[in-house]
């Protein structure tokens, strides 16, 4: 396979174990191309890949970027003086982002890209499990795995491409969608924006790569996306669907009635009434469901058809995912990691738990904790009693002052029940210890703390048995 502006017959990944990574890297191999490529880790992804004839190592070294290699994919975590990236500069392979290759794979297809500051990767596999559903064979890519390692992307033989549009980073201005959504816009990615204007300016420049005569589907609730609305309105050649409970919504949520972990949504769409099963709780992912209806008929899908559709899909990895129950205490893992995120899961769960909900969270990055601790502090006063782990760096090098006690501070001002534990080896333990049967534990986080719930499960059967 090769592409006009990016030779991508034999890449090499460095990271190719990440989720937006490893996606590319699938559909790659699927598609014929040689795939190399480079972790830190070995992983059930990376097994995945090697299954699909990837050539993956562990670890990262000049001498692992294959001779014969077209391109070298990086991300925008990779770091300059990352050795395999020096090796492709050295050598003159061309260097090629992620979010370039997520384009060229997107040629000559009918792309929808999901944009928003939260929401993204749940809007888009609703996308790709419920058209697949209806025989439709999507590809996509998406930024978490829907139910075993490597499900986070798909080459189909059908002739649409769903797609995950990252603004962290500003690499969703490559992409040329027919279709795209915008969930929410709002301040994040401290490191790469200094302000909303900032925001607002790169979400507008999102939307002026719609092709002629494309949609945008866009919230009609939230403050940003309302902001964003109003800077559209009038250009030409955007057709504007706005989704949401405002009474000028095009596509109006009449009512979310929760059922347990499930709900009920009913939507007035194009001047008829429709109820369908969205099966995740949460208010917040009922409006992604609606969002991805709306975005889905704009591409000709008949909506009835695709409401009962969107009932099929079951959660994505991390996105509020059971872990396991023991001891009559149940354990789920969120990615939730902005204030906004972890208030809406932290209300979702709480309508469908019957105890108390317990976390340990799991700060991600040092710029986003010195901007945002306070509203974390908040977001975890919804919790019964919560546990704070050290920030997770991720890509980024500590920031004198900025540690999660800012959060902790933070939400004993909001009246909540918190405590630090810095060994994060601990945290299992101390969880079991706290839990009651009838609770409901929720790991939250996007680093490591993923980790943490089998291993919460395993001293939840401990502690049950010594007391059999």
Known sequence: MNDAAHDLHAPHFIGIGGAGMSGLAKILAVRGAK????????????????????????????????????????????????PELAAARERGIPVVHRSDALAALMGGRRALAVAGTHGKTTTTSMLA?????????????IGGDLDAPGSNAHHGVGEIFVAEADESDRSFHKYAPEVAIILNVELDHHANYASMDEIYESFETFVGRIVPGG?????????????????????????????????????????????????????????????????????????????????????????????????????????????????????????????????????????????????????????????????????????????????????????????????????RRAGAAVRAEHAFAAAPALLAGLAQPGDLVLTMGAGDVTDLGPEILKHLSDVAAAKA
């Not at 050539?55 to 991300?75: F, L, R």
């Not at 499990?129 to 890519?141: E, I, M, R, T, W």
């Open 35 to 82: 795939v190399s490529g480079s972790d830190s880790k070995e992983s059930e992804t990376v097994l995945a890949l090697k299954a699909l004839g990837a050539q993956v190592h562990v670890g990262h070294a000049a001498e692992n970027v294959p001779a014969g290699t077209s391109s070298v994919v990086v991300s925008s975590a990779i770091r300059a003086d990352n």
């Open 215 to 411: 949609t945008l589907v866009i919230s009609a609730d939230q403050a940003g996306a309302r902001e964003l609305t109003s800077r559209l309105r009038g250009r030409d050649g955007l057709n504007l669907v706005t989704v949401g409970t405002a009474e000028d919504a095009d596509v109006r949520v009449v009512s979310v009635t929760a059922r347990g972990m499930t709900s009920e949504v009913v939507v007035v769409f194009g001047g008829h009434e429709l109820t369908f099963t969205v099966s995740v709780p949460g208010r917040h992912y009922a409006h992604n469901a609606v969002a991805a209806l709306a975005a889905g008929a704009a591409l000709g899908v008949p909506a009835t058809q695709l409401a009962k559709a969107l009932g099929s899909y079951t959660g994505v990895r991390r996105r509020l995912q059971l872990k396991g129950e023991a001891g009559g205490v149940q354990v789920i893992d969120s990615y939730a990691h902005h204030p906004t995120e972890m208030a809406a899961d932290l209300e979702a769960i709480r309508e469908a738990a019957d105890g108390r909900v317990l976390v340990v969270f799991q700060p991600h990055l040092f710029s986003r904790t010195q901007q945002l601790a306070e509203e974390m502090g908040q977001a975890l006063a919804l919790a019964d009693a919560s546990v704070v782990l050290d920030i997770y760096p991720a890509r980024e090098d500590p920031v004198p002052g900025v540690t999660s006690e800012l959060i902790i501070d933070a939400a």
């Open 129 to 141: 499990v419920s058209l697949a559903a209806l025989g439709l064979d999507p590809s996509y890519a």
